[in-house]
């Protein structure tokens, strides 16, 4: 039996690597290497903070330092960054968590006004500040973001959200490696930043789909299961 593929693991907006910290200890657990980066600007980066062009060609850095096949994961605007820079050779699947799945020429501030969906909650937590960044207020972000989590676990993940470039919702990708890659979206049904309408809309590009009745934050909220999914596609 071959060893399992490497998980790499690409955080959303406003958030950094610590919020895989309960996903990264079961993978562990279960023998499948994983690596959890933080993007330029965020956590321990210390790069500034950039656009998607910036945010995808660290991650491309990272997968250079993978031998092997790896099993790419986004979460949220994660998924933006996942498309600009799955066309590295030794991407073998994809995974978007709740996550935008674009095509070429399109950004997530596009993808957000495509189609009928309900209204998300976040807009309205969102404080855009005049040095061309953006903050999600934290008391509404345990609701927003983690409203299936432990109340401990949610203020702690609130904590920790920091500001994220207003550039890189704007941003468009040059690439759409879902057209060629074997790719899997993970639709978390009681989510209240990316909706769950607009993630089926989006999730008809993936090869496959895959429904948990989770938050926005499955890592925190059931790690276990998100673990099930990535270890059985490390493992394919």
């Not at 006004?113 to 972000?141: K, N, W």
């Not at 470039?165 to 941003?171: D, L, N, S």
């Not at 607009?198 to 926005?216: G, K, Y």
């Amino acid at each position: 039996m071959s060893p399992p593929a490497t998980v790499v693991l690409v955080h959303g907006a406003w958030h950094d690597a610590r919020c895989f910290e309960p996903l990264v200890r079961d993978l562990e657990r279960r023998g499948v290497p994983v690596v959890a980066a933080d993007r330029p600007g965020h956590g321990a980066s210390p790069e500034p903070l950039g656009d998607l062009a910036g945010d995808a060609a660290a991650v491309r850095a990272v997968l250079r330092t993978v031998d092997g096949p790896v099993v790419l994961v986004g979460h949220s605007y994660g998924g933006a960054v996942i498309t600009e820079a799955g066309s590295a050779p030794n991407v073998a699947h994809l995974v978007y968590v709740t996550a935008f799945v674009l095509d070429i020429g399109e950004s997530v501030m596009h993808q957000e006004g495509v189609g009928e969906h309900p209204p998300s909650g976040l807009g309205g937590a969102i404080t855009f500040r005049d040095d061309g960044t953006s903050i999600v207020d934290a008391v509404q972000a345990a609701e927003i973001f983690y409203n299936d989590c432990d109340p401990g676990v949610a203020a702690g993940a609130a904590e920790h959200l920091q500001p994220q470039a207003t550039a890189t919702f704007a941003g468009v990708v040059t690439e759409a490696p879902w057209k060629h890659t074997p790719s899997t979206y993970v639709v978390c049904t009681d989510d209240n930043a990316v909706v769950p309408s607009l993630q089926r809309w989006l999730a008809q590009r993936c090869t496959n789909v895959i429904e948990l009745d989770a938050s926005h934050s499955p890592f925190l909220s059931m790690p276990d299961r998100l673990a099930d999914i990535l270890e059985a596609i490390a493992l394919s």
